[in-house]
């Protein structure tokens, strides 16, 4: 158990509305990260963050921002829902600099109608 | 850019059968390797990793050689078993010489395997 609780784990919202999705970790790590998941795609890389109030664009960033105000949460905003943004959602931290492994969170499944 | 490409699936074995997933990558600096995996309604769990060319990840009886000449890091494991059912994901995390690593990972599409009795 890395010590990531993603909250919500599942969430249906309406088309253009804003939907905030949490990440909280237990452990101080200073790497955290969003992705998603759709199938054919494997997951991709969103935002990630390097340190509170450090954060930067991934590579499907459009239609989402981050915050990260404490070391413990990350969190990822819809600012306007759409339903090209219906998908899984995995927050990961990685523990250490370099090129350690992450360790991701159960997931949050998000569906925009 | 980075990338990363795995055999299409679904694989569908019997159990005891020989299982080899293929994955190969691009990258622009000194990549770490690893395999995910992903069972049913779960998160993805780190299975194995090699840091640097020749080394080879086991754990459960899987295994990967990172093969430098070759840009592949297949996954292989002599006797899979039904609870090894799951989603199958290759991932690279890039480091250039004298830049800042974030641990920036990026995957392949996933091969879901499905092992029968």
């Known amino acids: 158990d890395a010590g990531i609780t993603q909250s919500p784990r599942h969430k249906v919202t309406e088309t253009g509305t804003p939907v905030t999705l949490r990440c909280h970790q237990t452990e101080n790590h200073r790497y955290m990260y969003w992705y998603r998941q759709d199938p054919g795609h494997g997951l991709r890389l969103i935002h990630y963050s390097y340190g509170v109030k450090d954060t930067d664009k991934g590579e499907v960033s459009d239609g989402y921002s981050v915050s990260r105000s404490k070391t413990e949460d990350f969190l990822l905003t819809l600012e306007s829902a759409t339903s090209s943004q219906t998908s899984v959602y995995f927050c990961a931290i990685k523990p250490g600099e370099g090129n350690t492994e992450a360790f991701f969170g159960q997931g949050t499944r998000l569906t925009v109608v | 850019g980075n990338s990363v490409t795995q055999m299409e699936g679904p694989v569908t074995l019997s159990e005891e059968a020989f299982l080899t997933i293929n994955c190969t990558y691009t990258?622009?600096?000194?990549?770490?390797l690893f395999w995910y995996v992903q069972y049913p309604g779960e998160g993805l769990q780190l299975l194995l990793k090699a840091t640097k060319a020749d080394d080879k990840g086991s754990n459960k009886g899987f295994e990967a050689t990172y093969r430098k000449e070759t840009t592949s890091f297949h996954l292989e494991k002599g006797s899979v078993q039904v609870s090894d059912s799951a989603v199958y994901f290759c991932a690279l995390s890039d480091h250039i010489a004298g830049g800042t690593s974030y641990g920036k990972l990026t995957f392949g599409q996933g091969t879901i395997l499905t092992v029968h009795p």
């Open positions: 990258a622009t600096g000194y990549p770490s």
